[in-house]
């Protein structure tokens, strides 16, 4: 029995900032001290994707030491698996195709209890001469025919929660697999079992979840990291201008300057002297974590 994996997953749409370094440090460090493989997948099925920026995020990632064992995983290659697993759910009549818009979506009544943007179930009855007629119109999406509202969760750090579910979408009208389709995919096939990421993603936890479950993948312990937010209470983004790559090694005085405030935010290094990975490995544990949301 091989004793599982962490992973760090970017999109290669922006350089890595603050937040995504302190995210990709914590899991690290949470895989490593728990004697878990590390895994590393370039999340690149996004129209916004470089790869010259995915260059750039190992390259930083690298340079604050963090290493990752078998080949970086690239999505943009794995589009066999996401379809065979779309085919899996469909050939189970766990799929159909949903024709609306995101303004009919908006406008469309919902039950009193659906989650905040949840899809209110609009083409889940439809026949097959009215998809066919649909279709005739436009190109569908696909979704999953979720027969729960809410899923289980269990977080590292925040505990059990039940997170939303509903008819998510699999696969986008325009042909491109959706992000929560792939990464329970991925995750499966990397062998993944503790998904480290930032606490934005809690609220898609119980759909991903849900859908490991459906195609028989088991489960995942989470590790959802606050995020970083600027004095103006943003969080970063590189669109709003958040410091990346060089300039950001160079204010923070290198890697460990970048590794010594990181290490401090997260209860790890008191001083927020320059530090190294190893030895924010070496102080590691789980009791003294206390990644907060942080002001930078
Ligand atoms: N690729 C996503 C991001 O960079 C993270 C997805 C995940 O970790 O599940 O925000």
Redesign the pocket.
Known sequence: MTPGAGRY???PSSDLHLGNLRTAVVAWLAARADGLAFRLRV?DVDHRSRPAIAARQLADLAALGLDWDGPVVWQSARGAAYRAAIADLAGRGLTYECFCSRREILDAPRAPHAPVGAYPGTCRALSERAVAARRAERPGAIRLRADVAAWQVRDRLGGVTSQPVDDFVLRRSDGAVA?NLA?VVDDADQRVTQ?T??DD?LASAGRQSYLAHLLGLGTFEYVHVPLVYNRAGDRLSKRDGAMAGAALFDAWGGAAGVLGGIGHSLGLNPSGAPTTLEVLLERFDWTLLRPQRWTV
Do not use: D, Q, T, W
């Open positions: 997953a970017p999109s999340e992000y990464v998904i990421r930032g993603l």
